[in-house]
């Protein structure tokens, strides 16, 4: 299954959770994985039109999905996909 | 012409002087270097302490703040001593002592769209330690405008990010990140808190980013991201690449001039945590909730983290944390009179925002928080 890594801001609805394990051949389906486990984390991901947020960075690998497929970008078993957040304190 | 170094600084800087990649040309590079510091509080910390040790002979900080007890736990530049002084002159003080040699210049004043071209023109390059996210992309667009680079480092309680962002060699802030999170998404370190150490970690990392920039060594974090978490003990690292449709650095660019950026941000272009309001109408002062409480029956809700409690409470409120109360609206009535707090305003704020939207009309939220309440009412009670 693929992995994502759930940054600490979002893991207040991933029940504390740093990575979760999600199916789904696409970034798309893993959201819709994601989200079906943990709905509380939906509405920081999508806006109310259902498109992903763009503060929202995801990287299968070492890459950012706005530079592949964007949600459409394929991924495998074993993949880890990193959600990765705005923060800004300093 | 690079600057000589006289026999003091040969043997100051001896331990530099010994590795190839510097030299002595190196060090004379950094004597001839500058470099602005926004922010002089946990990333400014380090980072200035180390590019002041390591012989950067101009630096520039900027912060409008004031050292206050709850800052040594992380910026360790200040000291008890310090409590109550501008953290630019305690900064200073700090720096001048650890390096005589070198230039400290100090804009006692916040950076703003106003100021910012002004104070940064001057410097080879940008390090951005600031604590909020008006002032990030201030400094980034800075940075775009003035073609310097932005050696950038963020933190929240135990996850860092450190990249440069230099628009002529790479991608910049916006590329990542083209619009802030929307307001109340992401705590500030003042509400959600921060490993004392962990800027001690990143700024670190930002100022070794720095020094392999003026020194023109090393593969710079251009077009990368270095993801860091303390609790795992994990470095990642992404790649970053020019975004095409970015607003400030790219080919069709229509932000051209500094904006207003707590506009753009929705948020304060400062992270106290301890001002938040609802906005008129809608705070109740906690002089006011304590008459009120003497004559009314008030349901008090705490939307604070429970172990926060443990801290200070008020004896009689429920407690719902912010990130369960729209799952949780069944265990209110929405007819009671209400008063949503939290440490200092700023979570209830959004809480109140939540429960306006569900229909709940007789909320206020406690100005200040609790500790506005501890300060005021009951001295019995911490501030935290």
Redesign the interface.
């Known amino acids: 299954m693929p992995v994502l890594r759930i940054?600490?801001?979002l893991r207040?609805?991933t029940s504390g959770q740093?990575e979760v394990n999600v199916s789904g051949a696409s970034i798309a389906e893993a959201l819709t994985d994601l989200t079906a486990q943990y709905p509380?984390i939906k509405p920081?991901l999508f806006n109310e039109g259902g498109d992903l947020?763009?503060?929202v960075?995801l990287?299968v690998g070492?890459?950012?999905i706005?530079?592949l497929q964007g949600v459409d970008t394929p991924i495998n078993e074993g993949d880890r996909v990193?959600l990765?957040?705005?923060?800004?304190?300093? | 012409m690079l600057p000589e170094l006289n026999h003091e600084e040969i043997l100051r800087y001896s331990r530099h002087l010994l590795i190839p990649e510097v030299g002595l040309e190196g060090q004379r590079k950094l004597k001839n270097s500058s470099a602005l510091v926004v922010g002089t509080g946990g990333l400014g910390s380090p980072v200035s302490l180390y590019l002041a040790a390591a012989g950067v002979g101009r630096i520039g900080l900027v912060d409008y703040d004031v050292v206050d007890s709850s800052n040594l736990q992380r910026q360790v530049i200040h000291g008890t001593s310090g409590i109550g002084k501008l953290k630019v002159e305690s900064a200073k003080a700090r720096l001048l002592d650890l390096n005589p040699d070198i230039q400290i210049d100090v804009y006692n004043e916040p950076y703003t769209s106003e100021n910012a071209l002004r104070i940064a023109k001057d410097y080879d390059i940008i390090l951005d330690g600031t604590d909020n996210f008006p002032t990030r992309y201030l400094t980034n667009d800075v940075a775009v405008f003035l073609g310097k680079p932005n050696v950038y480092a963020s933190i929240f309680r135990f996850d860092g990010q450190v990249s440069v962002f230099y628009a002529k060699e790479g991608p910049c802030y916006r590329c990542l990140f083209p619009e802030p999170p929307p307001p109340g998404l992401v705590p500030s370190c003042a509400e959600g808190g921060v490993l004392g150490i962990l800027p001690g970690t990143i700024g670190t990392l930002q100022a070794t980013e720095a020094l392999k920039v003026l020194l023109g060594i090393g593969d710079p974090l251009i077009g990368k991201l270095l993801l860091y978490n303390a609790l795992d003990m994990s470095f990642d690292f992404v790649q970053l690449k020019k975004n095409p449709k970015c607003r400030v650095c790219g080919p069709n660019a229509d932000i051209t001039e500094l904006i207003d950026y707590e506009e753009f941000c929705g948020v304060p272009g400062h992270d106290h945590g301890d001002e938040g309001s609802a906005g008129a109408g809608w705070d109740i002062t906690a002089p006011e909730l304590a008459e009120r409480v003497k004559t009314n029956h008030l349901k008090l809700l705490d939307v604070r983290e429970p172990h926060e409690l443990q801290i200070s409470a008020l004896p009689n409120a429920v407690n719902i944390p912010l990130g369960q109360l729209a799952s949780r609206l069944a265990e209110l009535n929405s007819a009671d009179d209400m008063v949503v707090f939290c440490k200092g305003g700023t979570r209830s704020a959004r809480a109140l925002e939540l429960l306006t939207s569900a229909g709940f009309k007789k909320v206020k939220n406690l100005k200040g928080g609790i500790n506005a309440w501890a300060k005021e009412v009951d001295k019995n009670l911490p501030v935290y």
Not at chain 1, 84 to 90: L, T
């Open positions: 940054p600490t801001p207040a609805y740093s509380a920081h947020r763009p503060f960075n990287f070492e890459k950012n706005r530079d990193m990765i957040p705005s923060i800004a304190g300093g």
